[in-house]
């Protein structure tokens, strides 16, 4: 496979393994070296790994430690969402969308937006033209997604979840980020103390907007609003309309 379009940024290395090409943080290289001696793909190998905790998406991801490393680690198997996902499945167009997904995360990153870092990406061959993908990212602290969260919390905390939810729509605002794909199920809530933080997740959606450009924040906001009415009308989440407004309110906008 050539890896002429999977370039790596500062602080990564590129390499191949047997077919497949990697792209991994300088550290963890050994890791993920060990990780694949005895088995093809990098979500295989993590599946099997004692102790391994397993996390329900759209497909199964599974928390481990990259060996030799002491990174603790979520690896997940790219597949396609939507109508065609029976069709298309787990083959992307060459490279897949892992790279972008890198770049994204180290520009968010570095513009103080809280979201998982890229630890390794790995791309195996499947036909011509065609991939495979596997994604490793840094394990985030313990918590869940906003509706798992929310669904235990007093109204304090609550509050505060809104706050550190409109913090971080603000930070992706302030990015020139526009999260296409900001829903409910996409934003990680910890708690750290008395204080919650809020992460975004699946940022290959993410496209980049002119710098002062406020539509970032804007249309980030109004599909998070959208994703919060729809999982109160069909999936039940106990938010009411005074909860929305208080976030977009402390977002610094309406949605």
Avoid at 4 to 16: C, E, K, N
Avoid at 50 to 63: D, E, K, S, V
Avoid at 102 to 130: H, K, M, N, Q
Wanted: charged share 25%; with cysteine.
């Amino acid at each position: 496979m050539s890896g002429a379009r999977l370039v790596a940024p500062p602080g990564y290395t590129r390499f191949s393994l047997r077919d497949a090409t990697v792209v991994a943080r300088d550290e963890a290289v050994d890791g993920v070296k060990a990780a694949l001696r005895d088995v093809r793909t990098l979500h295989c190998w993590a599946a099997t790994v004692p102790g391994a905790r397993a996390f329900q998406g759209r497909a199964t991801a599974w928390g481990t430690r990259l060996p030799n490393t002491g990174i603790e680690i979520v690896v997940r198997h790219a597949r396609h969402g939507g109508l065609l996902a029976a069709i298309t499945g787990d083959r992307f167009v060459f490279p897949g969308r892992a790279p972008w997904e890198l770049d994204v995360s180290e520009r968010l990153r570095a513009g103080g937006v809280l979201t998982p870092e890229i630890i390794a990406y790995v791309v195996y061959p499947a036909g011509p033209g065609f991939c495979r993908v596997d994604v490793a990212t840094r394990r985030l602290p313990d918590g869940g997604d906003f509706p798992a969260m929310w669904a235990t919390a007093d109204d304090a905390e609550r509050a505060r979840m809104l706050a550190a939810t409109a913090a971080l729509v603000q930070a992706l605002g302030a990015a020139g980020a526009h999260h296409a794909d900001l829903n409910v199920k996409n934003v990680h809530l910890t708690r750290e103390g008395a204080d919650w933080r809020a992460y975004a997740l699946d940022v290959d959606r993410v496209q980049f907007l002119p710098a002062g450009d406020d539509r970032a924040r804007r249309l980030t906001l109004a599909r998070l609003v959208r994703s919060m009415q729809k999982a109160r009308t069909q999936f039940g989440l106990a938010i009411d309309d005074a909860a929305i407004a208080l976030l977009t309110r402390l977002a610094g906008s309406t949605a």
